[in-house]
């Protein structure tokens, strides 16, 4: 059975607790794609960043398919809307928590052999690791 993509799940969720927690929050969306509008002037690297603070947009839809909202861009008033699958990454301006995204893939197949077969990461081993590493502290006198 194909599921849904999680990827507006949990932009909602990372959305609300953003603004839950009094912070801004920022997306990352790719500005490659064809079925979009946004503001080209702002766009870097094919990449824009914007902010969707309750105080900064308006009519802000987190639909299925597309994330839709009224901003004002050097003075002027802009619907903006793209896809769900354009954004990259959301995240809180002030504090960089949040999320980034892997691209979609159709289908995730899951060998049951290299999943039952697979030893978990023992304690001791991650010591040793960190050992190995050092300190990144200094001795100041």
Not at 21 to 43: E, K, M, R, W
Not at 60 to 70: A, T
Not at 107 to 125: L, M, T
């Amino acid at each position: 059975m194909a599921m849904t993509s999680n990827r507006l799940y949990l932009l909602r969720a990372l959305y609300d607790w953003i603004c839950d927690n009094h912070l801004t929050p920022y997306l990352l969306v790719d500005a490659s794609g064809d079925d979009l509008s946004i503001p080209y002037d702002f766009v870097e690297d094919n990449k824009i960043v914007l902010n969707l603070s309750p105080s900064a947009v308006r009519d802000l839809d987190l639909s299925n398919d597309y994330i839709n909202f009224k901003a004002r861009f050097s003075g002027k008033s802009m619907n903006v809307y793209f896809p769900v699958g354009a954004v990259l990454a959301i995240y809180a301006n002030e504090n960089g928590h949040g999320m980034f995204f892997q691209e979609e893939q159709q289908k995730v197949a899951v060998d049951k052999e290299s999943v039952s077969n697979s030893e978990p990461v023992k304690k001791e081993e991650k010591k040793e690791e960190k050992k190995k590493k050092g300190s990144h502290l200094k001795i100041v006198k």
